[in-house]
Nanobody, 122 residues
Framework: QVQLVESGGGLVQAGGSLRLSCVVS????????MAWFRQAPGKEREFVAA????????YYADSVKDRCTISRDNAKNTVYLQMNSLKPEDTAVYYC???????????????WGQGTQVTVSS
């Protein structure tokens, strides 16, 4: 059983920063691709960033690639998303997800956290 628990969301002013964390239970963390997705009200869930099991490959959505950094600590079973220069359009529930193999597609991820709310005020 794999469980994912996100934290670090909150209310921040435009231009501010947040670091999201996702702790994963289970011994398979170090062999899985980890990703962050987000879903704004009334919109579909969208890809934000992903990182390979080794941390050697990272991928970002164009909308965040100059402002966000995904990283992981396999010793702590934790993946992070550092978000800088936040904009009101970044407001969404952010979800952590896991799968074997690289992908940007929502439906290809097997395990999901419950989400953490990020609200950016203008």
């Amino acid at each position: 059983q794999v469980q994912l628990v996100e934290s670090g969301g909150g209310l921040v002013q435009a231009g501010g920063s947040l670091r999201l964390s996702c702790v994963v239970s289970g011994r398979t963390f170090s062999s899985q691709t980890m990703a962050w997705f987000r879903q704004a009200p009334g919109k579909e869930r969208e890809f934000v960033a992903a990182i390979s099991w080794s941390g050697g490959f990272t991928y970002y959505a164009d909308s965040v690639k100059d402002r966000c950094t995904i990283s992981r600590d396999n010793a702590k079973n934790t993946v992070y998303l550092q978000m800088n220069s936040l904009k009101p359009e970044d407001t969404a529930v952010y979800y952590c997800a896991a799968r074997y193999g690289l992908s940007r597609l929502v439906h290809e991820y097997d395990y999901w956290g419950q989400g953490t709310q990020v609200t950016v005020s203008s």
